[in-house]
Nanobody, 121 residues
């Protein structure tokens, strides 16, 4: 069973930056790796995804131009660089992995436990 482990969350002021990382427990060929987030009282939503074979990425409109997802092939990890953070980015961020390139939460097979990101002054 593949396990995904997130790191890098924390408290940051508006306009600040954070970098999230997601490591996989084994060297498995997961087709798509990505990030989703869930704010209190809201449903889990798509943030960014990456196709492992060629590095192709997609981002939600709300984060485009501020967030960037990348892969570390050597360490089998994905990263989410978050710049110009806003209070509305506050949420638990989850790393996910699956076999279909999709923005739909339900299509992902593997999930991390989540890491809290809080943007506040």
């Amino acid at each position: 069973q593949v396990q995904l482990v997130e790191s890098g969350g924390g408290l940051v002021q508006p306009g600040g930056s954070l970098r999230l990382s997601c490591a996989a427990s084994e060297n498995t060929n997961i087709y798509v790796r990505g990030w989703f987030r869930q704010a209190p009282g809201k449903v889990r939503e798509f943030v960014s995804i990456l196709r492992w074979s060629d590095g192709y990425t997609e981002h939600a409109e709300s984060v485009r131009g501020r967030f960037s997802i990348s892969r570390d092939i050597v360490n089998n990890a994905v990263h989410l660089q978050m710049n110009d953070l806003k209070p509305e980015d506050t949420a638990v961020y989850y790393c996910a992995g699956g076999g279909k390139f999709s923005r739909m939460v339900d299509l992902y097979d593997y999930w991390g436990r989540g890491t809290q990101v809080t943007v506040s002054s």
